[in-house]
């Protein structure tokens, strides 16, 4: 058995553990029978299983590979991780790890077990041997692709880790294999970065404006701060972060808002008539260009806002026409306003607003060239010259 033992050994290169057990039992044998040297330990070798000494890789508790010696098992560990930080700048890196709980262990196994390690390197990387690309076509977009294959844009992001998702060009390989890698890498390096730092809002309280009011009285401005962190990264994606320390760089300035504390006016037609937005006629009431033109038309900043003109009830929040988004109002007494080229509603059909209300927004809906609001007075349905009600 020793001989056999010494024999296996040489051939493997590696402790063995016969798994057989062997007994010796005292019998009688004519000469020829009994077997000598070589004879005995080739049929013992065709009699007793061994196994031989290699180093299993655990990872979470799973085994992962065998290797043959626990330096093959480093090695491989060792490349996985050079791997995975190609092109990182390992200066940043202070820790170097593995997201699961690795180990090592020497064990008797069968010889078959054994695994090269440049052969199982791809697959642990990987999770997969499988082999699935899309070479680029013209007019395709990375969005594309992933809706073809019925893959997530970030999932489709994993399997082309360096790969600009903006700038795929015609003919470019893209990896559809979502790596699902049974050792992951885990860093932990410290990062400086330059973020927004928030700023503080004050309110204040005015009787100029209504209650329903508020107006910016100082703008906010964010400043800026230096945040060192800790950042923990596996395979390369980020994981989380412990902030180390933060230094205001730029201090930010404080909003200040004024709210109003006036009671508003009854939401009902007063009879006098206001301008909807501040700004200037760019164009009148009459004729144009040989058509005559039903209101007047003021040039405002996009977005800014646009007040019922007099108080009454909404008749219409909607698209109409060369109007785009229209607001109508109904203020009693057979009048009605019209407020056109809208790009966003503060009201609904039916709400009931008082003079001077924000209703909506300035924009550059329906039939016009630039930010303006279309105003219309009309009276028994006969349009009018706003210009002669406004005060
Ligand atoms: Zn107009």
């Known amino acids: 058995m020793q001989t056999l033992k010494q024999k296996y050994q040489e051939n493997a290169d590696s402790e063995i553990s016969f798994t057989s057990e062997v007994t010796y039992e005292r019998t009688r044998a004519s000469n020829k029978e009994v077997l000598k040297d070589d004879a005995l330990v080739e049929t013992l ?39 995975s930080l190609a ?43 499988e082999v699935k690309t899309h070479v680029i076509k013209s007019g395709e977009s990375f969005w594309a692709i992933s809706r073809k294959y019925n893959l997530s844009l970030s999932d489709l992001e994993k399997a082309n880790p360096g790969v600009n998702t903006e700038r795929v060009q015609i003919g470019q390989v893209i990896n559809l294999i979502v790596p699902k890698p049974l050792i992951s890498v885990k860093t932990v390096e ?74 508003p006016p009854p939401k009902k037609g007063t009879g006098t008539f206001s301008y909807p937005a501040r700004g200037s006629i760019t164009s009148r009431y009459g ?31 909607g698209y109409k026409g060369g109007y785009g988004k229209l607001i109508i109002i109904d203020h009693g007494a057979n009048f009605v306003s019209y407020y056109g080229h809208l790009s ?21 809906s329906g039939n016009s060239t630039g930010a303006h ?9 006969v349009i009018q010259n706003p210009t002669s009600y406004l005060k």
Request: glycine letters at 10%.
């Open 45 to 83: 070798g065709r009699n007793v299983q061994f196994k031989v000494q290699g180093c299993t890789l655990y990872a979470g508790g799973n085994i992962i590979a065998v290797l043959k010696t626990k330096e093959k098992a480093e090695e491989l560990l060792k490349e996985i991780q050079d791997r």
């Open 87 to 129: 092109g990182a700048d390992r200066s940043k890196i202070k820790e170097i790890g593995f997201a699961e709980k690795i180990e090592l262990k020497d064990e008797f196994i069968d010889a078959s077990e054994i695994a090269d390690k440049d052969e199982i390197i791809e697959f642990i990387i990987k999770g997969t041997n």
């Open 190 to 263: 410290t990062i400086t970065s330059v973020e927004k730092a928030e700023f503080e809002q004050k309110v204040e309280f005015s009787s100029s404006l209504y209650k329903d009011e508020t107006s910016i009285r100082v703008k906010g401005i964010y400043g800026e701060k230096e945040v060192i962190a800790d950042v923990t990264k596996v395979n390369g994606i980020e994981t989380g972060r412990t902030i180390l320390s933060e230094k205001m760089i730029k201090e930010p300035k404080t909003q200040i808002i004024v709210k109003g504390t006036k009671d």
């Open 287 to 317: 004729m144009r260009w040989g058509r005559r033109h039903t209101g007047i038309d003021i040039g405002a900043p996009y977005g800014s806002s646009v007040k019922a003109s007099d108080g009454g009830e909404v008749i219409w929040v």
């Open 344 to 364: 966003k509603y503060s009201v609904k059909d039916g709400d009931k607003v008082y003079k001077g209300q924000k209703i909506g927004e300035v924009g550059n």
């Open 373 to 381: 609001v279309h105003f219309e007075i009309r009276k028994n349905g």
